[in-house]
């Protein structure tokens, strides 16, 4: 008799978390589906102009949600190691304005150009932002 109680409590428990998933992923809690979502930048290229050799160079970035629903960045990745890349890890809200911080490792002397590439859930998933300067 313990066991068919605990199946019927095992059955319930992974029934509510079944119908707990689909409700988030209907209608407006969607965060996969970001077709109605859209952001807006202040700008997406920065020059960091001279800098000093071994003194790295920080750029901030601010985004805007312009869509009507929540939205969130899957993926940033710089063009190589020396940049680092912060951003919000949690879904931003419509009309929420947020800052995406790339500090830029400033190593080797001469001029670069540097590109951060984030992965977001809306139509057009990919957004580029570019920094460039010169190290001496």
């Given at each position: 008799?313990?066991?068919?109680?605990?199946?019927?409590?095992?059955?319930?428990?992974?029934g509510?978390v079944?119908?707990n998933?689909?409700?988030?992923?209907s209608?407006?809690?969607?965060?996969s589906?970001?077709?109605?979502?859209?952001v807006?930048?202040?700008?997406k290229?920065?020059?960091?102009?001279?800098m000093?050799?071994?003194k790295?160079?920080?750029?901030?970035?601010k985004?805007?949600?312009?869509?009507?629903?929540?939205?969130?960045?899957?993926?940033?990745?710089?063009?190589?190691?020396?940049t680092q890349?912060?951003?919000?890890?949690?879904?931003?809200?419509?009309?929420?304005?947020v800052?995406?911080?790339?500090?830029?490792?400033a190593?080797?002397?001469?001029?670069?150009?540097?590109?951060?590439?984030?992965t977001?859930?809306?139509?057009?998933?990919?957004?580029?932002?570019?920094?460039?300067?010169?190290?001496?």
């Open positions: 008799m313990k066991k068919y109680f605990f199946i019927l409590i095992f059955a319930t428990i992974i509510s079944s119908v998933a689909q409700t988030w992923n209608g407006k809690n969607d965060l589906s970001g077709k109605n979502g859209a807006s930048w202040d700008t290229d920065i020059d960091l102009g001279t000093k050799q071994g790295p160079g920080k750029a901030v970035f985004m805007k949600n312009t869509g009507g629903q929540p939205i969130f960045i899957s993926k940033a990745e710089g063009s190589c190691g020396c890349i912060e951003y919000p890890k949690r879904p931003i809200k419509p009309g929420e304005v800052n995406i911080t790339t500090i830029y490792d190593e080797d002397v001469g001029v670069f150009a540097k590109t951060v590439t984030l977001l859930n809306i139509e057009e998933s990919t957004q580029i932002l570019y920094i460039t300067g010169e190290v001496k």
